[in-house]
């Protein structure tokens, strides 16, 4: 029997229309894609976050400032009570942008950067990176906060330190580190950007380090770790908290979902397959797609005797379910697959070796 809990979180894609057409990007975004919601539909689909309690949401893309609506929907988003992330390339954010967003309580604005210059528009475009410094220091004149998120890869790991310095100078509040996994143009560039499963005890021993300095909050997204000691002390540092719970099982239909551009209901913006779509919210509401029995079957009755390779013989399969799933799938081919990229998974491996 499956006990449905209601969803805490959800990252709306707002739009397909991107300015930039970054190399490691997992949705290939460039051109709006058609169907997009409409400004009255996307004020229903925030009606229905509010019937079903949402705790906050994250507005992605493409990029969300490509929306002329972006401050109308954050400003109902407010009315609603339901705190907003916006995560963004940073180019097209203005000095009347950031004085709107200054109204609007809570709002956090998450730019995206991949390392200090040279990497950043390398991977990006050029001037992407000053374009992002300056609109760090913009928003902080109106008071905006902001955050930064990194995809770890090949190119950018061994200049992790260079760009902590430009964040910590530019009174970035808080950094998310995360996982590039083979999807969109990351999957067309495998071979030179994406990380060995070996080189991630070096990223969190250094973002174990920098949150011990107390000069950001630190955030590892749900593709890094398990069972790591060093990801839980940062995440009760960054939370001030002396107690942070285990990993249980990937998110995704259980306790968030996703949005497409076009009111198609995901369990995982990640995971983009047509045959994962649970519903529209064109066609049902939201809780009626939640509340049904047969939506995200492939999470919700995912089970530790699903898992293959290592993750079926580990002392805490029952409970992680194999770390993310989209790491898995797109990694190894399939949900059950073994998570090469859990650390607790190495460091097992090298006891053997």
């Known amino acids: 029997m499956i006990v449905i809990t209601y969803p805490k979180t959800c990252v709306w894609e707002l739009t397909m229309a991107c300015n930039m057409r970054c190399k490691h990007c997992g949705s290939s975004c460039s051109e709006p894609l058609p169907g997009e919601l409409t400004t009255l539909e996307a004020f229903k689909f925030i009606d229905m976050c509010k019937d079903i309690g949402l705790k906050w949401i994250s507005l992605s893309g493409g990029e969300p400032f490509v929306r002329k609506d972006l401050i109308l929907l954050l400003r109902y988003l407010n009315r609603c009570g339901i705190p907003a992330n916006i995560i963004t390339n940073g180019w097209l954010i203005t000095e009347e942008t950031a004085r709107e967003l200054s109204y609007i309580h809570p709002v956090r604005v998450v730019i995206s950067v991949d390392g200090p210059k040279d990497v950043h ?96 909050d630190i955030y590892p997204a749900d593709c890094i770790g398990y069972y790591n000691d060093k990801i839980d002390k940062i995440l009760k540092k960054s939370y001030k908290v002396n107690y942070v719970p285990k990993w249980h099982t990937c998110n995704a239909g259980k306790y968030s979902f996703g949005l497409l551009h076009n009111g198609d209901v995901i369990g995982c913006t990640s995971i983009r397959d047509k045959k994962f779509i649970e519903g529209s919210i064109r066609k049902r509401t939201l809780r009626e797609i939640w509340e049904d029995p047969n939506s995200f079957s492939w999470n919700r009755n995912f089970s530790e005797k699903d898992l293959k390779g290592e993750c079926k013989n580990c002392k805490h399969a029952s409970e992680c379910l194999g770390g993310c799933s989209n790491t898995r799938l797109t990694t190894k081919g399939s949900f059950d697959s073994e998570n090469e990229y859990c650390t607790y998974n190495l460091s097992l491996k090298n006891k053997v070796h």
Request: proline share 3%.
């Open 121 to 216: 528009d390398h991977i990006r475009k050029p001037e992407s990176f000053e374009r992002a410094m300056k609109n760090f220091e913009l928003l902080n004149k109106y008071n905006v906060l902001t955050g930064c998120t990194t995809t770890l890869m090949k190119n950018n790991i061994d200049r992790l330190e260079e760009l902590y310095k430009y964040l910590v100078d530019k009174h970035v509040k808080s950094w998310q580190f995360q996982l590039g996994v083979p999807m969109g143009n990351l999957a067309k560039n495998k071979n030179e950007m994406m990380l060995e499963p070996k080189d991630l005890n070096k990223v969190i021993d250094f973002f174990y380090e920098k949150s011990l300095d107390s000069k950001m």
